[in-house]
């Protein structure tokens, strides 16, 4: 998740300061923030551990957010955040949550990011002991 979690950032820095620098062109720019997507991506981009149950990345997901977004609620929010000309489009409530909460309260945001990294340690721990025989 490192790798895609820092370039997600990237394109949400990159947006907002060509957004900036576009504006007095007439060029209007947007980001597209959505959750988590019911599509393939999740099983072809992420490679899941051995240790989550089933080798699937959407029983994690489905932890963070039981319901996935479905590809046509993400362009019909696409499509209304551009006509209203928003810099930053989140998509979800996970994606609003955490829009919200590192644009207005950052240390809180890292300390929810600690106690999820934390809790995904510890249960796929539990899920290796477990797979060796071992409780």
Same mark, same amino acid.
């Given at each position: 998740m490192l790798p895609y979690t820092t370039t997600k950032h990237a394109v949400v820095g990159l947006s907002t300061? /060509?957004?900036? %620098?576009?504006? !007095?062109?007439? *060029?209007?720019v947007s980001v597209l923030?959505?959750?988590?997507? #019911?599509?393939? /991506?999740? #099983? %072809?981009?992420?490679?899941?551990?051995? !240790?989550?149950e089933g080798g699937s990345v959407r029983g994690q997901v =489905?932890?963070?957010?039981?319901?996935? &977004?479905?590809p046509e609620a993400v362009a019909a929010r696409a499509v209304s955040g551009l006509a209203a000309n928003r810099a930053i489009i989140p998509v979800g409530w996970l994606a609003h949550? /955490?829009? =919200?909460?590192?644009r207005y309260a950052p240390p809180l945001a890292r300390? &929810?990011?600690r106690v999820q *990294? !934390?809790?995904? =340690? !510890? /249960?796929?721990? =539990?899920?290796a002991n477990a797979s060796r025989g071992r409780v």
């Open positions: 300061a /060509l957004r900036a %620098e576009a504006a !007095s062109r007439g *060029v209007r923030c959505p959750a988590f997507v #019911d599509t393939p /991506l999740l #099983d %072809e981009v992420y490679a899941a551990p051995a !240790s989550i =489905r932890m963070m957010q039981p319901r996935m &977004l479905t949550a /955490l829009w =919200r909460l590192n300390g &929810l990011v *990294v !934390s809790a995904h =340690r !510890s /249960l796929n721990g =539990r899920r």
